[in-house]
């Protein structure tokens, strides 16, 4: 009789959600963290004394309602705090872009740069929210894989097809078509001035390899807006507290459900018993026997590292080593004495920095920024995703002090000609001498700052590559391409040895979703063993 | 009464395949060709005395074998050359080298890399199998996947189970396969550069994508389709250029009393209470036809050739949506001698295969950053031949053409025209090329540049695309070229479709001219026309 009748590797808000919900049914169920801290990379914490960061992912706007609900989060401590301004956009020529939370306002915010778009704006949203829906819809359809080869039936296409047809034959074709666009083709089809198109096509490139005009991106911005989202942009919102504050609340939860988890304590081994899993080895040497062992940590790490090889096939070894992870993503905190001036905000900064501030004027200047890590260097003039959540919430900071947080896109895993130690400053000093170029004298107002590269994401977060999303959401890894082709249902070669992070169908962003369908496939498979 | 039955726009390879099979099966069929030629992007012209470029297209891969049988285009004396090598010279004087005979290919490339050697007839073979399993669809009419319609709703199903029916694994590489780049996709099998950037080169043919855009995958396909037809060779060259393959068509076409007129330029298409009924030349003469097929790309089709208040808004914005990028150029020239390239000096067999100038991924996906921005490669990718190689009357005893495929060169240039450029462009070829072959410059006889712009002017290819539309996931198959109008019919009646704007796109395959055709027929024998 095994301790548990579940591990979970890894307490991030993934692994956090599958623990909680196979306790919900009964399950004993233990969770082993790596760090000292549960959330992994949805995390808070005081870099320096009195400066609470979201450290890695900084948004929570796309977490699914549904799993707030059911676990009663808000009880728990979880609150969310939708932005407004939803965006601030500022370009060096003074011409700043604003976009309210409020719809109407956001149209006439438009307005001032392009009429012509402005009248577009609701259309494309709407457009937007629906396609994005369906995609969640699809999302939630169980996937054919080996483990479940006849799945698929008739009734599953009927339901889905019934589904896809509440479009209307004009949003049924947009779906098909919009999905393998690059991001620059439809936002081209839809707008002419060149800093809304740039700043819509963030989404489509957060956490991507390539630019806005390659395809797939589009797929990539609509995957963005799952959640609470008004359609074109990704309605996101800061946890009160910090990230960490929704893993704090999700342990919480998984806790009253009896849910044991344990920090500090890295797995060294996944132990398999006539090739099954049958529990784990920690880094002590200890080890805890359970019936089901379930990895959120990403597919790489756990197959090429936690599992010994010889228990694979090679074609299953070959498929997960294909997996496409090159981190690109850097991550970069600082403590700020004051915020920051930027020129084109009118002198409001409190109101336009309350958001999320878009650095990235033109959809140029993003597939430029993509196009030297094509080539393994740094970006000379990076795509810059900045939040100052102090804003909202003061408690983050000392009174009249600020924390931002800057998600720097492209700096590529794999340097060419160099390493992160020699890259890790310059790294740092760009982004900076970029925002002190359109907020003049911000660079004085620093008071501390922290350097996430991807190889630091590697070391400290466990992401292979430093990829936040285990895995690029390229369209030939999403739905039954994900993690690898024949196993998208959270399953393994290994018996008894299942998936649940963002490595897993649907993929990326801090949304819960992964480990919601993994505990449910779970589930779903040991009520049919019994 | 209508003189014809139908009136074909255009007398492109697609243009004559289809009024070849109309006139097959009875009808009477007049073909309108603006130009003095026939052939439209396949055509033989004598630029330079004594030496005959195939200026657009210059090889054949791709014909459809059952255009070839329906039409008995061999009784016409159609002969495909096979062109059977590649040859990569390369900066550092190393090169690679491969041809239709296996164990020299695998010694050649196991002279890069042993792994490779052995990952490259594996690879083979998948290729071979997933151009097997896609080529049934180049074949059929595109089902519409948006309503309840019983016989759309049995193509989809058909499509379903042509694809469940290859297997879990086909399956699985083949979604890779049309999602990959060719970088990542090659990148899975390969080690050795330059084979990865020969190999990927052709998935980016004709396209606005570089070797690392996704999307570039699946056209490493189309090099692996035309070898299952015994008769036909992956690439071939057409005896007499590419314009011997337009004159068979239209030799055909004529033998079943179709009738084709040059030097007739067509200006509109008669629209009587919302149906087609005849074209306005631009010499202002009328002819009346019981249906109107468009051979030309969508855009000159619909935003010239049609009265807009015959289309509803959201037609027009549709086809103004439709991507048709020009990105590439052409470059034609009389040599007094054959080219020595330093990596493989004299004459040899290299030179009668396809010489192609891709000795790095970089290298590629470089020149397409060129392109993006709104500029032409400095140092482009290229794809060359040497076509009196092969048949010797396409130029003067000892003397030779070479036929140079140059990307990328955008359409909208960022500064400057095309008219300025042109010779800036000519001359950038040139330099890359000499890099290679230093005696190039000295054996120059006649040079002619071929841009996306002269595409347009001269060969009526809306910005100089040559696929009539860009081949990406977003505009093949049932969304080709608009989404709900992939069935070769428009909104206006009587009005069709067969270029390569249509399913299954551009290459001299002809399949878009039968299809289109049997589609016409098809209608015509419900009396709906």
Sequence with gaps: MATYDAIIIGAGHNGLVTATYLAKAGKKTLVLERRPIVGGIAVTEEISPGFKFSTCAHLAGSFSSGIVADLDLKNHGFELLGLDPLLFAPSLD???????????????????????????????????????????????????????????????????????????????????????????????????????????????????????????TAFNLLHHQIGASNGALRTSGFVRGGIGQLSQALAKAAQRFGVEIRTGAEVLKIVTNSGAASGIVLQNGEEIDATQVISSADVKRTFLKLVEPTYLGPHFLLQIQNIRARGTVAKVNLALDALPKFKSSNGNDTVALGGVIHIGPTLDYLERACDDAKYGRLSAQPFLEITIPSIADPSLAPTGKHVMSVWMQSAPYDLRGSDWSQQRDTLGDRVVNLIEEYAPGFKNSILHRQILAPFDLETEYSLTEGHFYHGEMALDQIFFMRPVPGWSRYHTPIENLYLCGSGTHPGGGVTGLPGYYAAKEILKNRSRQK | MPNYDAI?????????????????????????????????????????????????????????????????????????????????????????????????????????????????????????????????????????????????????????????????????????????????????????NVLKATMSASGIIGTFMGPRSPGTAYVLLHHYMGE???????????????????????????????????????????????????????????????????????????????????????????????????????????????????????????????????????????????????????????????????????????????????????????????????????????????????????????????????????????????????????????????????????????????????HPGGGVMAASGRLAALEILKDMKLRLI
């Design chain 1, 94 to 216: 003074g011409n700043s872009l604003l976009i309210p939370r409020d719809f109407n306002k956001a149209a006439a915010e438009i307005g001032r740069h392009s009429k012509f778009d402005a009248d577009k704006y609701p259309a494309f949203c709407a457009l937007a929210k629906n396609l994005s829906a369906f995609l969640q819809t699809l999302y939630g359809i169980a996937l054919p894989d080996k483990a479940n080869p006849r799945s698929f039936n008739p009734a599953e296409l009927l339901k889905i097809g019934w589904k896809f047809h509440r479009l209307g034959e004009k949003e049924m074709y947009e779906f098909l078509r919009v999905l393998p666009m690059s991001a620059a083709d439809w936002l081209n089809e839809w707008f002419e001035n060149d800093l809304l198109k740039a700043t819509l096509a963030a989404s489509g490139i957060l956490g991507s390899f390539v630019g806005p005009r390659q395809q797939g």
């Design chain 2, 8 to 192: 074909i726009i255009g007398a492109g390879h697609n243009g004559l395949t289809s009024a070849a099979y109309l006139a097959k099966a009875g009808k009477k069929v007049l073909v309108l060709e603006r130009r003095h030629v026939l052939g439209g992007a396949a055509v033989t012209e004598e630029i330079y005395p004594g030496f005959k470029y195939s200026v657009c297209s210059y090889v054949v891969s791709l014909l459809r074998p059952e255009v070839i049988r329906d039409l008995e285009l061999p009784k016409y004396d159609l002969e495909i050359i096979p062109l059977d090598s590649t040859f990569t010279p390369m900066p550092d004087g190393n090169y690679l080298f491969r041809c239709g005979d296996h164990a020299r290919t695998r010694r050649e490339i196991a002279r890069h890399s042993v792994p490779d050697a052995e990952a490259y007839e594996e690879y083979g073979q998948l290729m071979v199998q997933m151009a097997m399993a896609v080529k049934p669809l180049l074949g059929m009419i595109p089902p519409e996947p948006t309503t309840w319609n019983p016989k759309d709703l049995f193509g989809l199903a058909r499509v379903g189970n042509h694809f469940r029916g290859l297997g879990e694994k086909l399956l699985y590489d083949l979604t890779k396969l049309m999602t990959m780049s060719s970088a990542d996709f090659l990148d899975e099998w390969f080690e050795t």
């Design chain 2, 228 to 502: 299952l037809d015994g008769a036909f060779r992956s690439w071939g060259f057409a005896r007499g250029g590419m314009g011997s393959i337009s004159r068979v068509i239209a030799e055909a076409a004529r033998h079943h009393a179709a009738e084709i007129r040059t030097q007739a330029p067509v200006d509109q298409v008669l629209i009587k209470s919302g149906r087609a009924c005849g074209v306005v030349l631009a010499s202002g003469e009328e002819i009346q036809s019981k249906v109107v097929v468009s051979g030309v790309d969508p855009k000159r089709t619909f935003l010239k050739m049609v009265d807009g208040r015959h289309l509803d808004t959201e037609f027009t914005k549709q086809v103004s949506n439709f991507k048709i990028r020009g990105s590439s150029a052409k470059v034609n020239l009389a040599l007094d001698a054959l080219p020595n390239f330093t990596s493989m000096p004299g004459d040899g067999p290299h030179l009668a295969g396809a010489v192609s100038i891709s000795p790095s991924l970089d290298y590629i996906e470089r020149a397409y950053d060129d392109a993006k921005y709104g500029d032409y490669s400095r140092r482009p990718y290229m794809d060359i031949i040497l076509p009196s190689m092969l048949d010797p009357s396409m130029a003067p005893p000892g003397k030779h053409v070479m036929s140079i495929f140059v990307q990328y060169a955008p359409y909208h240039l960022k500064n400057g025209t095309w008219p300025e450029k042109r010779e800036a462009l000519g001359d950038a070829v040139i330099e890359t090329l000499s890099e290679y072959a230093p005696n190039l410059k000295n054996i120059i006889l006649h040079r002619q540049v071929v841009t996306p712009w002269d595409l347009e002017q001269e060969f009526g290819l809306t910005e100089g695309n040559i696929f009539q539309g860009e081949l990406t996931l977003d505009q093949l198959f049932f969304l080709r070229p608009v989404p709900g109008w992939a069935k070769y019919r428009t909104p206006i009646k009587n009005l069709y479709m067969c270029g390569a704007c249509t």
